[in-house]
């Protein structure tokens, strides 16, 4: 069974560019979760989706960052203008039914931003 | 507030030594409670996960952890860390009153040869 699948895995780009981060998330799942990683710390809830409803973004930074999970499956984060501050680690994870479901992992978008 | 503490930023033990890594939580969770390890460049991966029943959770690699109540506590347990345990580990509580997973800062562990 493939795992969560994300891209790209590495992205430089200058500040005030956009940006945008892909996931596929296991076949099957309907709660797809977007992460962000600080170097040093654990993983911080940006947006969960249910299906294709955003249920969860009140830690999403709205004036910059967008995401959308069309058709309930793949789903993008977009950053618009990118700061320096937003050089991190941007998870990908799902899972199947949400709660206190295990949550599976992608290998994550390492951003960094000049 | 909704926390999870792990004291040791960073852990450096010898191969074939024992480990412990502690892990608490601010009490009100729901005990549903969980390890993951991250290896450098990669996304998480479980270990084990604790939702009810025994308190002391087998997971893979030989990693174990206990459940104390009593202490808001969910160490994790090796008896005889490999070199390719060398990682960072994440502790994890699903709180029902946030409808989230609320994760540690991580321990980064090093195995000395």
């Known amino acids: 069974e493939a795992g969560v699948v994300q891209s790209p895995r590495y992205k430089i780009i200058e500040k005030k560019q956009p940006v945008a981060f892909w996931c596929n998330p296991i076949s099957g799942h309907n709660t797809l979760y977007w992460y962000l990683q600080n170097l040093g710390q654990g993983p911080e809830l940006l947006i969960r989706?249910?299906?294709?409803?955003?249920?969860?973004d009140s830690q999403l930074p709205k004036d910059r960052f967008s995401a959308e999970r069309l058709k309930g499956v793949d789903s993008t984060l977009k950053i618009q203008p990118a700061e320096l501050g937003d050089s991190a680690v941007y998870l990908c994870a799902s899972s199947y039914g949400t709660g206190q479901e295990t949550q599976y992992f992608g290998p994550g978008t390492r951003l960094l931003v000049l | 507030a909704q926390s999870v503490t792990q004291p040791d930023i960073h852990i450096t033990v010898s191969e074939g030594a024992s480990l412990e890594l502690r892990c608490n939580y601010s009490y009100g969770a729901t005990p549903y409670l969980f390890w993951y390890v991250q290896s450098p460049g990669q996304g998480l991966q479980l270990l084990l996960k604790?939702?009810?029943?025994?308190?002391l959770v087998q997971g893979i690699k030989g990693f174990e952890a206990e459940f104390k109540r009593s202490q808001s506590s969910f160490n994790l347990r090796k008896p005889s860390v490999h070199w390719s345990d060398a990682a960072e580990y994440f502790c994890?509580?699903?709180?029902?009153?946030?409808?989230?997973?609320?994760f540690g800062s991580g321990t980064r562990l090093s195995i000395r040869p």
């Open positions: 989706y249910e299906n294709e409803e955003a249920v969860d």
């Open positions: 604790y939702f009810s029943g025994d308190t």
């Open positions: 994890a509580v699903w709180y029902s009153s946030a409808s989230k997973i609320i």
